[in-house]
């Protein structure tokens, strides 16, 4: 396949990543749409790396990288919001004062 289908892809995923980033409320769905970003570079990072030299595993292993630290986002990001749903039985955005002035 040709690369600006990966980039394509990857830039759609981005997108839909940021708006949901945005526009949305909910805890889960801000985790939920910075894992989209972080796939989108992961697409990103294996298409460069296919394209510019197949033989070498580069791509691959930031790739590896770039999931690691997503599932660590993700287990502390998630571990935050339960914590915080346990002491405010809300999931809101907007209901989260803890650390404003």
């Not at 759609?12 to 990543?17: K, Q, Y």
């Not at 940021?18 to 949305?24: K, P, R």
């Not at 989108?40 to 791509?59: E, T």
């Not at 690691?68 to 346990?86: H, Q, W």
């Amino acid at each position: 396949m040709q690369l600006q289908y990966f980039l394509l892809l990857a830039a759609a995923l981005f997108c839909v990543g940021i708006y949901g980033l945005v526009t949305s409320r909910n805890a889960v769905r801000v985790l939920m749409s910075v894992e989209l970003m972080l796939n989108a570079v992961n697409i990103n990072l294996m298409a460069f790396a296919n394209y510019l030299d197949a033989q070498l595993i580069r791509g691959q292993v930031f790739t590896v990288f770039v999931i690691t630290i997503a599932a660590a986002e993700a287990a502390v990001g998630l571990a935050i919001v339960l914590a915080i749903y346990r002491n405010r039985d809300t999931v809101d955005m907007e209901q989260f004062n803890l650390l404003k002035w």
